[in-house]
């Protein structure tokens, strides 16, 4: 079974704040758009991701990405994360009722496609399913099978609410790239140790945090 992957990803201008401490103001869009970049490009390689549909008002981004071979749609709601995630996950479903859909975040540029597999496969066995983030406390991957609203409640402690709202949580070893998000610089350290996409070494080769 294949899934559509819906990502979200907000203007590069105003993404990864929290990584203000780590990266300087001007280098904070690049590295926003490497982990994007190294996330999809990850995802489109994964035997169980028919495509991915990247939800953004960014122009660079989406140029970007459509050249790495996603779909972009217009972060039309402009109501935040799960505003656009839900209209992401529409507009596939208008042109694919029986797709079997995920939303995965933009910030894993640790991913590995067979991790990213093994992840969906365990999701195909329930109507909603999510994946943790590595701090246990939100969300990288919540999945919808066939015919399953997504119904998407990511954003701080979204961990405690997609388990209230039914989904199962999903709770498999090895599959630490899938959960890497990168919000904060050890965040940041972590992705780089598991060994992230070839974007984000380079946008991140002049960090300090790299020997650290
Ligand atoms: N399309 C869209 N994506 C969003 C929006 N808000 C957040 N995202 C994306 O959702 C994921 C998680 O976002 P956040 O952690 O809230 O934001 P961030 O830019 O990653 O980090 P911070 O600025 O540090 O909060 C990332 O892939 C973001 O790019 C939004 O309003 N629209
Ligand atoms: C949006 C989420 O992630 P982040 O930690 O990137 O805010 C989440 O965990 O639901």
Redesign the pocket.
Known sequence: MQWTLV????RLA??????SDTAADAMRPGL?LAF?QDTVAAALASPAVADVAV???DALAARELIALGARVIP?EP????N???AH?AATVRARHPESAVAAL???VPALRPLELARVLDAAAEFPRAFLPDAAAIGTTLLAAAKGQELRPA??TDSRARHRASGAVELCLAGVDSVRQ?V?TGDDLRAALALGVGPRTAVATAGLLIRGQ
């Open positions: 990502v979200p990803l907000k105003r993404a990864k704040s929290r990584l926003a994007a939800v953004t008002d972060d402009r109501a935040g994360l505003a656009a995630l992401g975040n933009a910030d990511f954003g998000d919000d």
